[in-house]
């Protein structure tokens, strides 16, 4: 694997377990508006038809918690799968 790959997983490994708590720490002025659309986001996806969905990069399972269907979540980071899937089940 090269070097930024392996840095960039390594990073993600580290950061999985506190990750969604701090992702918008220290951006109070934007904060709202990105949780807002997180939200329209999340009920877009809820709103679609169930289905087979290959979720690719699904970080925490934040977004993937909203599909329906059939699922697959893939991350480079392994922590970040394990964080994903004790949202999900």
Not at 38 to 61: H, I
Request: charge should be negative.
């Amino acid at each position: 694997m090269c070097e930024p790959l392996r840095q960039m997983r390594e990073y993600y490994d580290r950061r999985a377990a506190e990750y969604d708590a701090t992702t918008l720490c220290g951006m109070d002025e934007v904060a709202a508006s990105v949780v807002e659309e997180a939200e329209r986001l999340k009920a877009a996806l809820a709103a679609l038809n169930p289905a087979r969905t290959l979720d690719v990069a699904c970080g925490t399972g934040g977004f993937t918690a909203a599909l329906s269907g059939a699922v697959v979540c893939l991350d480079q980071s392994r922590a970040m799968l394990q964080q994903a899937r004790a949202t999900l089940l």
